[in-house]
């Protein structure tokens, strides 16, 4: 057992997160990017830790798409000098502040903020929910035509999600069919999603809201809030505001938006300690495996190198 596996996973993560910064800081260095009122917003909800990560996120993607404005929704972290970098290298984005989302009978925190600003924004734009832990490697055409197509997508959570939103009763049957579980939230809401009265007119998909698309004129809260309270009536209102709630229901969202795209796990997916394969388009490093055999650090200097170099969109043919 090595020495850095006998500290706190906190001080493990932090230590690992300084390191990873250095390892990515000429981000810096590569072109801004070029926004465009296009009917696209790339949005995303950040802090003064995750500056650095984050501009790799959004650059790698804007690099593939050639399209979109940015619009930022602040933690409550950002400081005078990262909102400089920020306009610098985003095109001097919106930045929303967090404490003015009108949170109404939603929880606080977890995310939620950010999946209402989604929803109540929604209606003229079509807008994509980038994590800061994601990289893009390679053209996104299955994005592309999502947008072009005013689909919304979901990157789904893992290869067993299935091929298509099930109602929710099919689902629970499908993905538990032992019945209810315990354990993280998540499991515990989707266990029990048949004993929902509207059951059989919802879906549902097992997705990661890490990086999803919302398409131009979808439903908004109303929906959200009918499904949250379904979910409180199963659990109890304090459920609503544990980890994961959002993510459950961004994926609820998504999957009742008319004929979603699929992410194809094999070129959009969530790194769980594995390698990927040569096809992979997209990764979001989640959780416990972010620094993991520095697979993150690996794709994300892929990501700088291709900036670099890149006559693409960020460069050429964005100025």
């Not at 994590?131 to 592309?144: A, E, F, K, R, W």
């Not at 990157?155 to 499908?174: C, I, K, S, V």
């Not at 890490?210 to 908004?220: I, L, R, V």
């Not at 972010?290 to 969109?313: N, P, V």
Request: aromatic share 10%; with cysteine.
């Amino acid at each position: 057992m090595g020495i850095n596996s006998l500290l706190p996973y906190r001080l493990r993560n932090r230590r690992d997160a300084t390191r990873h910064a250095r390892a990515i800081e000429d981000i810096l260095q590569t072109p801004p990017v070029i926004p465009r009122n296009d009917g696209l917003v790339l949005f995303s909800m950040i802090g003064t830790a995750v500056i650095l990560p984050y501009l790799v996120a959004v650059k790698s993607l804007w690099n593939q798409l050639g399209r979109g404005r940015i619009v930022l929704l602040d933690d409550g972290t950002l400081t005078g000098r990262d909102k400089a970098v920020l306009a610098r290298h985003c095109g001097d984005p919106e930045i929303l502040a967090i404490r003015d989302v009108k949170l109404g009978p939603f929880p606080a925190g977890g995310t939620w903020e950010r999946f209402l600003t989604i929803l109540d924004r929604r209606q003229h734009e079509y807008w994509v929910q980038l994590n800061s832990d994601t990289v893009t490697m390679g053209p996104v055409p299955d994005i592309l035509q999502a947008i072009a197509s005013n689909r919304s997508f979901i990157l789904l959570g893992d290869t067993e999600a299935g091929a298509a939103p099930l109602d929710l009763a099919q689902f629970r049957t499908t993905r538990y069919p032992d019945g209810p579980e315990e354990g993280h939230i998540q499991t515990r809401i989707e266990s029990r999603l048949d004993l929902i009265p509207e059951a059989p007119r919802w879906h549902y998909i097992r997705g990661c809201s890490g990086f999803a698309g919302f398409a131009a004129g979808g439903q908004g809260r109303p929906l959200a809030a009918s499904f949250m309270k379904a979910i409180e009536k199963l659990l109890g209102s304090e459920a609503l505001s544990e980890w994961g709630t959002e993510q459950v229901a961004s994926n609820f969202q998504i999957s009742n938006d008319p004929n979603p795209v699929l992410l194809p796990y094999e070129r959009y997916l969530n790194y769980w300690g594995e390698g990927w394969s040569k096809e992979a388009a997209f990764i979001h490093f989640v959780g416990t495996y972010r620094y993991h055999q520095d697979a993150y650090k690996r794709a994300s200097r892929i990501a700088i190198d291709e900036l670099k170099s890149s006559t693409g969109w960020l460069g050429q043919k964005g100025q």
